[in-house]
């Protein structure tokens, strides 16, 4: 009987220690892997937490109202991946300016789906800011429950078969990347694992996809142009504080971006909350039907008759900005009094009395002169005024 105690109690004594030697680390990407390599479906929310003006801007109504609008901003739905299926369905409702818009993402294999239900709400929004976007019940009805295959090659003008390749060898790349990092980035606290990324993390990551483009010639098309701007252009700092609940599974992740005041815009800063929680929604993933799904060309017709009025809109400014130009170019002295128009000027001017005019009046009045003139007839009219 006490043999079996002391073996009850050796085994049990395995078990927490197995559990309690699983470092915070390691219980962060038992996570992450579990989400990859088994179904998975999860609760998904987006809003912004907070967001803080420029020292300049606290005062500005404006900007306070645009703050005010961008906060109220929400983003719920949900994520489901069907890992014997390789397919995965995304849908989301964002809310912002009054208006609800749903977003919804199918993939399987190599193939990708994007619901054009958003068209809706988008016009709608569009329409407070006086878009010429459709408007009318049947052309938005014409987008219902319709799919655009965002795989096929005139939609994405690029190689799937590459992107996918390349998509597998960078996740490799994230994957070494994360589990070389130092034991210490990872902190738990009863439950809940933290763990923090950074800026340096973010470009360390965006250098290796880059590089990892180079590395063939399939991938070149892939390759970021001009990268270094584009790092230069991040914010000044990139925050992601990600809470891992070990009990729950629930993930909340913080990311906090803060510009630099030369940026010159109205944010200094502004922080932004996700949170994944587990469902029991699992259900399998359905794909478009044949007769749901259109392509670029036919979403072109249907938006054909406002693609060729906004088509007519953008010639006629192109001509008003010619015409501009062009009397432009007159007034800068492109354009000269002919000499029969000149001499009834010079008629004219003889017969005013120009003697109570100050000199920078007389100085003005040749300015405005001056865009009309030859240098021969400037002068003429100068000497007029000077004797006058």
Same mark, same amino acid.
């Given at each position: 009987?006490?043999?079996?105690?002391?073996?009850?109690?050796?085994?049990l004594?395995?078990?927490?220690?197995?559990?309690?030697?699983?470092?915070?680390?390691?219980?962060?990407?038992d996570?992450?892997?579990k989400?990859?390599?088994?179904?998975?479906?999860n609760?998904?929310?987006?809003?912004?937490k907070d967001?803080?003006?420029?020292a300049?801007?606290?005062?500005?109504?404006?900007?306070?109202?645009?703050?005010?609008?961008?906060?109220?901003?929400?983003?719920?739905?949900?994520?489901?991946?069907?890992?014997?299926?390789?397919?995965? +369905?995304?849908?989301?409702?964002?809310?912002?300016?009054? #208006?609800?818009?749903?977003?919804?993402?199918i993939?399987?294999?190599?193939?990708?789906?994007?619901s054009l239900?958003?068209?809706?709400?988008?016009?709608?929004?569009?329409?407070?800011?006086n878009?010429?976007?459709?408007?009318?019940?049947?052309?938005l009805s014409?987008?219902?429950?319709?799919?655009?295959?965002?795989?096929?090659?005139?939609? @994405?003008?690029?190689?799937?078969?590459?992107?996918?390749?390349?998509?597998?060898?960078?996740?490799?790349?994230?994957?070494?990347?994360f589990?070389?990092? /130092?034991?210490?980035?990872?902190?738990?606290?009863? /439950?809940?694992?933290?763990?923090?990324?950074?800026?340096?993390?973010?470009?360390?990551?965006?250098?290796k996809?880059n590089?990892? $483009?180079?590395?063939?010639?399939?991938?070149?098309?892939?390759?970021?142009?001009?990268?270094?701007?584009?790092?230069?252009?991040?914010?000044?700092?990139?925050?992601a504080?990600? +809470?891992?609940?070990?009990?729950t599974?629930? @993930?909340?992740?913080?990311?906090?971006?803060?510009?630099d005041?030369?940026?010159?815009?109205?944010?200094? $800063?502004?922080?932004?909350?996700?949170?994944?929680?587990?469902?029991?929604?699992?259900?399998?993933?359905?794909?478009?039907?044949?007769?749901?799904?259109?392509?670029?060309?036919?979403?072109?017709?249907?938006?054909?008759?406002y693609?060729?009025?906004?088509? /007519?809109?953008?010639?006629?400014?192109?001509?008003d900005e010619e015409?501009?130009?062009?009397?432009?170019?007159?007034?800068?002295?492109?354009?000269?009094?002919?000499?029969?128009?000149?001499?009834?000027?010079?008629?004219?001017?003889?017969?005013?009395?120009?003697?109570?005019?100050?000199?920078?009046?007389?100085?003005?009045?040749?300015?405005?002169?001056?865009?009309?003139?030859?240098?021969? #007839?400037?002068?003429?009219?100068?000497?007029?005024?000077? +004797?006058?």
């Open positions: 009987m006490k043999k079996i105690k002391l073996a009850l109690l050796i085994i004594s395995v078990i927490i220690l197995a559990g309690c030697g699983k470092s915070a680390k390691e219980e962060f990407f996570y992450t892997k989400n990859v390599t088994e179904n998975s479906s609760d998904i929310s987006m809003t912004i967001i803080k003006l420029t300049d801007m606290k005062d500005s109504p404006e900007a306070n109202v645009m703050v005010t609008q961008l906060k109220d901003i929400k983003v719920t739905g949900s994520m489901q991946h069907d890992v014997s299926e390789k397919a995965t +369905n995304t849908k989301l409702n964002i809310e912002a300016l009054g #208006q609800k818009i749903p977003l919804e993402f993939s399987k294999n190599d193939d990708m789906y994007f239900d958003i068209f809706r709400g988008i016009s709608k929004i569009a329409s407070q800011f878009s010429e976007l459709p408007s009318d019940e049947k052309t014409a987008f219902d429950g319709k799919y655009l295959k965002l795989s096929d090659a005139d939609t @994405l003008e690029i190689d799937s078969k590459s992107a996918t390749n390349l998509t597998k060898e960078f996740q490799k790349e994230v994957s070494n990347y589990t070389s990092l /130092d034991e210490e980035r990872f902190t738990k606290e009863n /439950d809940v694992v933290t763990f923090k990324l950074t800026k340096k993390d973010v470009v360390v990551l965006a250098e996809f590089t990892l $483009s180079k590395s063939k010639k399939e991938y070149k098309e892939f390759v970021i142009p001009d990268f270094d701007e584009m790092i230069k252009n991040l914010p000044k700092a990139l925050d504080k990600f +809470n891992l609940n070990t009990k599974n629930d @993930l909340a992740v913080a990311l906090t971006s803060t510009f005041k030369k940026d010159e815009g109205f944010i200094d $800063s502004i922080e932004v909350l996700y949170n994944y929680k587990p469902n029991d929604k699992q259900v399998a993933i359905k794909l478009p039907a044949k007769k749901e799904i259109v392509n670029v060309k036919e979403i072109e017709a249907i938006l054909a008759p693609l060729s009025d906004e088509l /007519d809109e953008e010639l006629d400014e192109e001509l015409l501009d130009e062009e009397l432009d170019g007159e007034l800068d002295g492109d354009f000269n009094m002919a000499d029969d128009e000149f001499k009834e000027l010079v008629k004219e001017l003889e017969k005013e009395d120009f003697s109570s005019f100050s000199a920078a009046e007389s100085d003005e009045l040749l300015e405005e002169y001056e865009p009309l003139l030859t240098e021969k #007839q400037y002068k003429t009219i100068e000497k007029i005024f000077k +004797n006058k």
